[in-house]
């Protein structure tokens, strides 16, 4: 495979609130690929960017921990045909209401994605982690997909997709992760992971998928991680 077919572009979408480990699971498994990378392999398969409305954001707790934003949501709006990956973590329904019930800038940016064609025969991944299905759900897109999230919340996210998708139900589940297939389009693929540490067992899913299974294992004993294949 070429290195142009093996590189990823990938974006974080954070908020005001976001779970911790949702996003820094995903990034820390994908960050390990391009540090210890097979020769074969392009210098970094994975570049991370992270995605949001406000230039820094406090994640969920407060004041425990501030992340500056790689590029605002505005602009990545525009440059969305770059991102190859787009990873929604989760957050409380006190954080994830307002940007529901608010069809704001971050559903707008799910639905760009998720409509965007494929260059060559690399598929896109739209990948949410735990109630971060919420606002896939709210962007009208899970119409007749298999889709997971938090144990705690898969009532909710049957009557979000009921709410907001009108081509056909979905099929909501409790699973470790889902690899739910392509959306509407057959060019932008679906994975979904239950409640926070899920993330990461999805994120070496994904690995194993682009990768191979050697480098997914390589990378889960690296994090000394009981990966649940």
Known sequence: MSSASQYYKVGVLLF????????????????????????????RMFTLETIAKDPTIR??????????????????????HEYGILIIPGGAPSVLDPLINGNGLELELIRKFAALSSPSQKPRILFSVCTGAFLVGAAGILGGMTVTTHHRAVDVLREICDRFNKNGSSNVVHKRYIDGGFLEGDTVQLI???GV?????????????LTGQ?????????????WAE
């Open 214 to 226: 050697d480098m997914a294992a390589f990378v889960s004993r690296v994090m000394e991680y009981d």
């Open 16 to 43: 005001q609130g976001a779970d911790v480990l949702d996003f820094a699971g995903p990034m820390e498994v994908l960050s390990h690929v391009s540090h210890n990378r097979n020769p074969d392999q392009p210098d």
């Open 192 to 194: 979904t992971a239950g």
């Open 59 to 80: 994640a969920a707790g407060g004041h425990c921990l501030t992340v500056e934003a790689d590029t605002l949501l505005e602009h990545a709006l525009k440059q969305i």
């Open 197 to 209: 540490s899920s993330g990461i067992d999805a994120s070496l899913h994904l690995v194993r998928q």
